[in-house]
């Protein structure tokens, strides 16, 4: 018997494997293909003959943790605690299995948006919890109405992903009123806060949930430093709790990991030194702009994209077919690999909508533009 009879295989790994057999161009699975800063490869290869290789303690490196709090202030203006209200995490992705995991209790309700990334709801379903999936309005704006109407006293959880992946949205002053009033009606929900795309909006600045004063109490804040200094194979991240959840999250988090990989730790610590989290989004800004003018002459229709470093587009002009269907022959056809956006909803609708990366050099958006733009 499954324990996740409904969880097949990530469809970030079923189309980066089919843009490997093809050998598409990947504009898939979300990871940049620019190298990395050589100031964090020259700090991790003299790291690698210093005594970094050993156990560190179980939340994170002490200097990393400080390190945090101080990107957090400076960031947001908010005062951390580094050692009881900051955790390094292997990734995002383990942030929030364990926060998860320490907060659900059998039968409570968990609020998803859908579109919805895909790693909330296999942890909600390991709690014998219930995932409550509510769709996004047409335009990407959460729906309060209908998130508030679906909470009860049931309802454990509220995630929000802000800026929003697969859709660039962005949340306002206006949602977080929205969602503050929710709040105080229902004083037992926890806000999980995916922002791992903190550092990469564009028009629009990011709200972040470190800023709203009156949920800090009840929320934990996820990050990945993979999105923020492009190491995504690095796996690791960091969350931030008050006290009392974190308590809990670090006994989930000591027998899931124990403690994070050294030398990635010990290695963006100092790099924290270095740089400047501000200028990754005028990065990613001339990146969108770019590849969004590439594709000014193709048959895709662009949608908005305030932040992350993806963006959708419909390929109804194109063809009738569903969307896993059509990034499939995009690949085989035209050797462009794509994610079908109906695989972030629960009912898998399908609005004839693709998800592009454009965290890539410009050579490979230029080769993959022409693809299409033939079509
Ligand atoms: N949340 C969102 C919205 C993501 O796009 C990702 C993907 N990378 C993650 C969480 C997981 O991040 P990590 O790779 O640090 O586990
Ligand atoms: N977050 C990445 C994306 O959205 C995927 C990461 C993964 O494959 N787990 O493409």
């Known amino acids: 018997m499954s324990k996740l009879p409904n969880i097949g295989t990530s469809i970030f790994t079923v189309m980066s494997k089919m843009a490997h057999e093809y050998n598409a161009i990947n504009l898939s699975q979300g990871f940049p293909n620019f190298p990395v800063d050589e100031r964090l490869v020259n700090i991790v290869a003299g790291l690698a003959k210093k005594d ?31 050692e009881t209200e900051i955790l390094v995490t292997a990734g995002a ?28 709801e296999a942890p909600v379903l390991l709690c014998k919890a219930n995932p409550i999936r509510i769709a996004l309005n047409e335009d990407y704006t959460p729906n309060w109405e209908r998130i508030e109407k679906a909470c009860s006293p049931k309802t454990k959880m509220i995630i929000i992903n802000n800026p929003h992946n697969p859709t660039g949205k962005i949340l306002t002053e206006l949602d977080f009123e929205a969602l503050g009033n929710i709040l105080m009606k ?53 969350l931030v709790a008050p006290e009392h959840l974190m308590k809990e999250i670090k006994k989930v988090h000591q027998f899931l990991v124990f403690s994070v990989n050294s030398l990635s730790q010990v290695a963006i610590s100092e790099y924290l030194d270095l740089v400047s989290v501000q200028e990754i989004s005028s990065m990613y800004k001339e990146k969108r702009d770019y590849f969004r003018l590439l594709l000014t002459n193709s ?14 587009a419909s390929y109804s002009a194109i063809s009738p077919e569903n969307d896993v269907e059509f990034c499939k022959r995009l690949i085989t056809e035209h050797g462009v690999a794509a994610i079908p956006i109906s695989t972030f909803y629960e009912n898998k609708k399908d609005l004839h909508l693709i998800r592009f990366c454009f965290a890539k050099d410009n050579a490979t958006l230029e080769q993959a533009a022409k693809r299409l733009c033939s079509i």
């Open 52 to 82: 970094v290789h050993q156990y560190l303690p179980m939340a994170g490196y002490p200097p990393l943790l400080e390190k945090i709090a101080l990107l957090v202030l400076n960031s947001y203006g908010r005062i951390l605690h580094p």
């Open 186 to 238: 229902f004083p037992e929900i926890i806000l999980l806060s995916d922002e791992v795309y903190e550092y990469i909006t564009f028009e629009e600045k990011h709200i972040s949930a470190h800023t709203r004063s009156q949920l800090l109490n009840r929320c934990v804040m996820v990050s990945s430093f993979g999105k923020t200094f492009h190491v995504t194979g690095w796996k690791v991240g960091y």
């Open 299 to 312: 048959r895709f229709e662009l949608k908005p994209c305030e932040g992350t470093y993806f963006q959708v």
């Open 93 to 120: 992705t383990q942030a929030i299995f364990a926060t998860i995991q320490a907060l659900i209790e059998i039968d409570e309700d968990v609020i998803i948006l859908d579109p919805s990334y895909d790693c909330y």
